[in-house]
């Protein structure tokens, strides 16, 4: 039973969250051929504030580019 784990930042339409699932279920039964039925996809929406890269929150790096726009 294979299981493909995703985690995005919140934000997205609950129309584009059904489409990755959709495209991802698909894909893992092209490749590897598993019973459609025996494939999981899991997607997790992280808020902004939860995820960090280099130190800064993905929130508070939108911030400072919404700042430094001309």
Known sequence: MPLV???LVEGRRPEQIRALLAEVHA???R???APEASIR???REVPATHWSAGGVTLA???ATA???KP
């Open 66 to 68: 919404k700042e430094t």
């Open 5 to 7: 784990e995703i985690t």
């Open 27 to 29: 894909a893992v039964h």
């Open 60 to 62: 508070e790096r939108a």
């Open 41 to 43: 996809v899991v997607v």
């Open 31 to 33: 490749a590897i051929g």
